[in-house]
């Protein structure tokens, strides 16, 4: 998504050390004994998100739906325990690449 290049390079990496993991501890065991997930928080609401709205572009403001007042973003965005439910829950489905919201499960399945 345009403005959020400075994240690109570290969840590509996140996402490469998840997948190089798994295979390699497949040759010790099974998957049952050795579990790699990899999880793709979304958008949560906190001081540092609320302080970057003043230098993203506007681009990224209208995609991810944060083009409106400081109060309503904060009304329609997540919480941090929100996030944290959803990626516990993931797990719990045993889903091996674990998203928090509809756009990341549409942007990972068509990659």
Known sequence: ????????????AVRAFADTLRQ???????IEQYAVYCAFPGTF?????LAEQASKPELTKIME????????????T???AMISWRIIHG???????V???WEMVLILNNI
């Open 24 to 30: 390699e501890l497949l040759l010790y065991g099974t």
């Open 65 to 76: 739906g944060s083009d409106i007042e400081i109060e309503k973003i904060r009304q329609k």
């Open 1 to 12: 998504m345009p403005g959020y290049i400075a994240y690109t390079p570290s969840k590509v």
């Open 78 to 80: 997540d919480s941090a």
């Open 99 to 101: 998203t928090t919201d």
């Open 91 to 97: 797990l719990e489905r045993g889903h091996f690449f």
């Open 45 to 49: 609401i906190s001081a540092s998100f």
